[in-house]
């Protein structure tokens, strides 16, 4: 229960409704929705609502209700993000990139993948770091663009956040699905990913403090869920908004519990030992869950955009050995270095239409999460990329890259001579469409011709 004052507090954030219609019960389970009620719209001072409870700050998504808090002065002020994503060992180049070029392109297997959301995204081929070389040595200046013989310097996704970051609770985040040298500071530090969904989970909804969090994590393995910590403000909360903003909210409420029950079958999973058996160990290793680690990743990357906690995030997808993908027996980074065999190649897809599955469904969800006048996918700048060009032979030009979201003009094969533009003209593109003002970036020359704005 919530103290007087932390009542005082929810009561002043949400004003009594004219209505004398009681509060509806409410509920976190989805199966007991809340009875809709029909309420004036909630007048809110603050620019960002949140519900609190003991050791809990929860965001919420954009609620029409909160209209009201998005004065002249916050229109930037329509938030604009940033998702950075890393495949360090490379994307099979058949697969992802077209023969043909411009809009009228023919997809690719991975691209059709993302056949729903073709005005969307861009392919572009022939980008890459001049002076970066040393295949894998490469990966910790694929966001910098720093070449190989000079001090590594701040990543995009710091540069950006350190304007965009001022808005937030987290200027960043920094997450792990399997390889975590993606961040850097001014200084050339690599910034730690979070290798752990939970902890992530609980750095962003719980209140500060080591204790908190770690009650919050027990309290979610023991079947509560992070909403049973909000059930006093969610009470006030639930009458003052619309019919469509409490449907909203229930969608909302829906994914978070998701994702709880997720993150605790990940971590009880990654704490069970495994059962002992006679004989040899096959080869090669025992699968790793890495597809799940990859969906997490995205579910707390739909949480964290649309509760506004961080706008900037960034994340690579990279195992070593076997992944859990049905079909798959050879270690991922060996299937990356295929030699052209039609073995390797055939589970090398396998992983990598994994990851493009979960990409598609974090494109959905995006896309689908109203925001203002328009909705988080809009509003997301999202850039795939990888260090390697070809992961079979270790070379580090003409890098795969898929940019969605963000407003582009879309659906097209941009495809540049390789060799002639830096992919840091790509990131100082990236900084003007976020509202940054650099005249450089990296080894940039320019922006990058041929991608425009809406």
Not at 153 to 175: C, E, I, K
Request: charged share 20%; with cysteine.
């Amino acid at each position: 229960m919530l103290s007087p004052t932390s009542r005082a507090r929810a009561k002043a954030a949400c004003a009594p409704s004219s209505s004398t219609s009681s509060p509806a019960p409410f509920s976190p389970n989805p199966d007991h929705p809340p009875r809709p009620l029909m309420n004036p719209p909630l007048a809110l001072s603050t620019r960002r609502h949140f519900l609190r409870g003991v050791g809990i700050s929860l965001g919420l998504p954009w609620l029409e209700s909160m209209g009201g808090i998005l004065h002249a002065a916050d229109v930037d002020k329509e938030p604009r993000r940033l998702l950075l994503i890393c495949l360090p060992l490379g994307i099979y180049r058949d697969a992802i990139l077209p023969k043909q070029t411009g809009p009228g392109y023919q997809p690719t297997e991975y691209l059709s993948t993302l056949a729903d959301f073709r005005d969307q995204f861009t392919v572009i081929s022939g980008l890459d770091h001049p002076g970066v070389s040393g295949g894998h040595a490469a990966q910790p200046r694929i966001f910098t663009g720093q070449p190989s013989t000079e001090r590594n310097r701040r990543s995009l996704d710091q540069h950006v956040a350190a304007t965009l970051g001022q808005h937030t609770r987290f200027d960043t985040l920094t997450l792990s699905a399997g390889a975590n040298d993606f961040s850097w500071t001014d200084s050339g530090s690599m910034v730690p990913a979070e290798k752990s969904v939970a902890d992530a989970y609980a750095k962003l909804f719980a209140e500060a403090g080591g204790t908190n969090q770690a009650k919050v994590l027990r309290e979610i393995a023991r079947g509560k869920s992070i909403l049973d910590f909000v059930l006093d403000e969610a009470h006030d909360l639930q009458p003052r908004l619309s019919k469509r903003d409490q449907e909203k909210l229930e969608e909302y409420f829906e994914s978070v519990r998701a994702t709880e029950k997720r993150l605790v079958k990940s971590e009880e999973w990654m704490h069970t030992p495994k059962p002992k058996v006679a004989g040899k160990a096959p080869e090669p290793f025992a699968p790793d869950e890495l597809v799940t680690n990859m969906r997490n990743v995205c579910d707390l990357t739909y949480l964290a955009f649309k509760t506004d906690s961080t706008r900037v995030i960034t994340f690579g997808y990279f195992r070593q050995d076997t992944v859990a993908v049905p079909g798959v027996n050879v270690g991922y980074h060996n299937l990356s270095h295929h030699g052209q065999d039609e073995g390797n190649i055939a589970q090398l897809k396998r992983v990598e239409r994994a990851f493009f599955d979960e990409l598609k469904a974090l494109l959905s969800n995006l896309k689908n999460a109203k925001e203002g006048n328009s909705n988080l996918l809009d509003r997301t700048t999202i850039l795939i990329t990888s260090n390697l060009g070809n992961g079979s032979s270790h070379s580090n030009k003409d890098l795969p890259v898929i940019l969605a979201g963000g407003r582009y003009q879309h659906g097209q094969h941009l495809a540049i001579q390789p060799g002639t533009v830096p992919l840091s003209n790509l990131y100082l593109s990236v900084l003007h469409q976020l509202g940054l003002n650099d005249k450089t970036f990296g080894t940039s020359t320019g922006t990058l011709t041929g991608l425009k704005l809406i």
